[in-house]
């Protein structure tokens, strides 16, 4: 059978350890054999990312700007221990908040769900995505602990040197802590924009929540941003898929979603988001079958696989031991980008050969073979835990059966 075409590449970065060995057995087995791939690659393996001073982390966010479209694999955040296992020159930051920062993108992440792995919450049976905001907030804070009793005072003076806001935060008379944070219109706007275009790209619901019935100012901007923006931008094309966009109290939220039978998107302030995104993951199985795609407010999308580079079974596969990691989520990150590619540039083959491998890998699964990790949570009478390169040939297996 002839090789499905390409017309515009996608930005392929290459990641590290565990991961980027099952990167390179997808390309083998699932996607060289059936498409001409046509990829802009850029190495962010950590050795590549030195050797650059991280400028290759910079030129792939670009090249998402420019094609629209990127797949990347797991890469290591480099700690102290990596400082010295890799004798780097300084410490790096995470590649993904580089991109995430270039691309002004949001996350949205999505469990692989299939009926023979149950939630621990039976109401589910569509997967729910999380939307985090990843801007602000407690993770741009400034914080203080507090030594002896004392004023705590807010701010603010705008560039005229015009105090605008001057508030007594509180009067200490034992020590304690303090707090002061951020965020800005321009960047929830951003975020609201990523949500409502990410809803229309999956024709699936939108929910947001806050805290705005107590942050009367600070959340309850985030809310107004969003419904203004709804109103003016996506309503009618909401209207059109007859999909809805659904605010409410972050409270209310949390008893909703885990009431609900799933199938949308939850759109969480960052804290919100980070915590939600860990509960609703576990709840839905694993972290090796969560999916995560960035989503840049101008549309432009980066998938990946959301668990990092499984350094555990990569030291083991280094001391030449057999290991069965799960590339579920790695494969959904390339059919992602593919599928979405697809779609950018008409071509209907590359749209088909992402869902036909996805039902072929869900479909190996439901059949009982699966990497060692699924297999206390599958409800199967009979499975055949795989190897990790084995997993990925049955893949191919079903695939070129279908
Ligand atoms: P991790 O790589 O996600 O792995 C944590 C544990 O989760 C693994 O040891 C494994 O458990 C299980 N696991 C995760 N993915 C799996 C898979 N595909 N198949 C089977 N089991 C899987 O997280 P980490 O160990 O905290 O971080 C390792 C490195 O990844 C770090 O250097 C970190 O900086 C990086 N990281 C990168 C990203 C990213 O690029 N997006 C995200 C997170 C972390 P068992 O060991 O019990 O089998
Ligand atoms: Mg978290």
Redesign the pocket.
Known sequence: MAKIQMRTPIVEMD?DEMTRIIWQMIKDELIAPFIDLKSEYYDLGLVNRDATDDQVTVDAAEAIKKYGVGVKC????PNAQ?MTEYNLKRMYKSP?GTIRAILDGTVFRTPITMSCIKPTVRTWVKPITIARHAYGDIYKCVEYRVPTPGKAVLTFTDNEGKELYNEVVFEYKTPGVLMGMHNRDDSIASFARACFEYAISIKQDLWFSTKDTISKKYDHTFKDIFAEIFENEYKAKFDELGITYFYTLIDDAVARVIRSEGGFIWACKNYDGDVMSDMVATAFGS??MMTSVLVSPDGNYEY?AA???????YYKHLEGEETS??SM?TIFAWTGALRKRGEMDGIAELVEYADKMEAASIKAIMDGYM?K?LKGLCELDEIHVLNTGDFIKKVREYYEAM
């Open positions: 990641g797991a890469t290591i955040t990596r993904n972290l090796a990946e668990h990092g580079t499984v350094t555990r079974h990691t799960n989520a990497t990790d």
